[in-house]
């Protein structure tokens, strides 16, 4: 009777243990920031970079999914920012509209996906500059 009371003990404690295993997505302290830039062309012709105000920006947890976990619009600037993740895989989108008459995709939009890692608890992973058409 004794063995199967401790039997049954380490059980629970090694369920419970193994049960508590970070996986990515909410939850940490780590964050991923960027800056969506959008192609603008103007009168006479000559393209320009201006801060995207208002876009989607999508985050999918891990490496292989391909519904996205979570979203965020830009600022006024153009910036973005994910907060209180774990460490793990991510998968960071945009859409960017093909305006190039030329293109056979014209009118359609394009994801624009950027694949990235946290190692850290607190690191701060900054993309930059994405820029969108």
Known sequence: MKFLFSLIV??????????????????????IRGRIMKTEVNGV???????????????IYGSEGSF??????????????????EEGDYQLFVYSENDNPASNNYGEDTALVQSLVIQDKKQIVDLGAIIIE
């Open 10 to 31: 380490s059980c629970l404690f090694f369920s419970g243990f193994y049960s508590c295993t970070k996986v990515e997505g909410p939850g940490g302290a780590a964050t």
């Open 45 to 59: 012709g000559t393209e320009y970079f201006s801060n995207a105000a208002d876009e989607d920006v999508y985050l």
């Open 68 to 85: 996205y976990d979570d979203d965020i619009k830009t600022s006024y600037d153009g910036s973005f920012e994910f907060n209180y993740l």
